[in-house]
């Protein structure tokens, strides 16, 4: 509570710049725990910023008087869209397949699969004709520097899995990168491209290496992520890949093992689309 009176001027400086800049864009991610460093999550910002060439701030730093649209964009928070009225969906989708809906967002320009579509129409909700999540079209916002030295096998745990056994174990593999996901924006992508094949029990971590062209496989190696694995299977359901189960790893599971279970993709969406259905005009459109 002492924490919350503290804010107040701060929160109320905020809001006062918003009102001076009719431009700026408010915008909601996950901003505390252990996900306020996930990368998936820091990607809101990163994105919008480039995007729009405008500020971003977020809805939990502002009193929304007079109401301004909320941009919900990448993450699993479409559900927490659905419940406010002020939501500008872009890209965002459901945790899991049963989550509870309550409400109706302002606008859905796009969710990021054909799961969470088919959720919303069930529920009576628009349903956009457009899928995909907005970190696929990362290329065209930034070009890695590609001046890393390339591993044969890139790792890359959840953000809650990084002292899991099995990937502590990982570190100790010959010419494989473990990538700590709760990096930097452009350090996590040049250390992914920077890798012949990637296996990542973080859902971002595989959309960045498909936007890049990496071969990536979803390893399970806990129970610690939140979600029923509904997340995944939305994401493989809007590129047309096939293999929604994942591979389960532990302590014991062998490099080999692994690397058995590659095989060969193509990411099939439309990303002209995509791009098309954003929110905000775009201003660095490479």
């Known amino acids: 509570m002492l924490d919350r009176i503290r804010a107040i001027p701060r929160k109320l400086a905020t809001t006062s710049r918003l009102w001076r800049e009719e431009d700026a864009i408010v915008m909601r991610w996950a901003t505390e725990g252990v996900v306020a460093q996930n990368w998936g999550d820091k990607l809101n910002p990163y994105m919008a910023e480039r995007i729009s060439g405008r500020r971003v701030i977020h809805r939990a730093d502002v009193y929304q008087i007079p109401p301004r649209p909320v941009h919900y964009w990448i993450g699993s928070h479409l559900a927490t869209a659905c419940s406010d009225p002020n939501a500008m969906v872009w890209g965002a989708g459901f945790i899991s ?47 890695p520097k590609r001046n890393l030295e390339q591993r044969s096998l890139g790792v890359i745990p959840h953000c809650y899995e990084w002292e899991e056994d099995f990937y502590c174990r990982t570190r100790d593999w010959e010419d494989a990168r473990v990538i700590n996901i709760s990096g930097g924006i452009e350090d996590v992508i040049e250390q992914i491209v920077a890798c012949d094949r990637v296996i990542s029990s973080s859902l971002h971590g595989i959309i960045c290496a498909d936007a890049y062209g990496v071969p990536a496989i979803w390893l399970h190696a806990s129970n610690k992520p939140k979600g029923d694995g509904f997340k995944f299977r939305d994401y493989f359901s809007s590129v047309g890949r096939s293999d929604c189960e994942p591979i389960i790893v532990d302590a014991n599971t062998e490099r080999s093992e692994l690397e058995d279970r590659f095989h060969s993709y193509r990411v099939e969406i439309d990303l002209n689309a995509l791009w098309a259905a954003c929110p905000v005009q775009p201003v660095n459109l490479r």
């Open 97 to 143: 397949a049963n989550v509870p809906i309550n409400g109706r967002p302002h606008e859905i320009h796009a969710v990021r699969g054909w799961l969470s579509n088919e959720r919303l129409r069930k529920e009576g909700l628009p349903a956009p004709d457009v899928v995909g999540d907005a970190a696929l079209l990362l290329p065209r916002l930034y070009e």
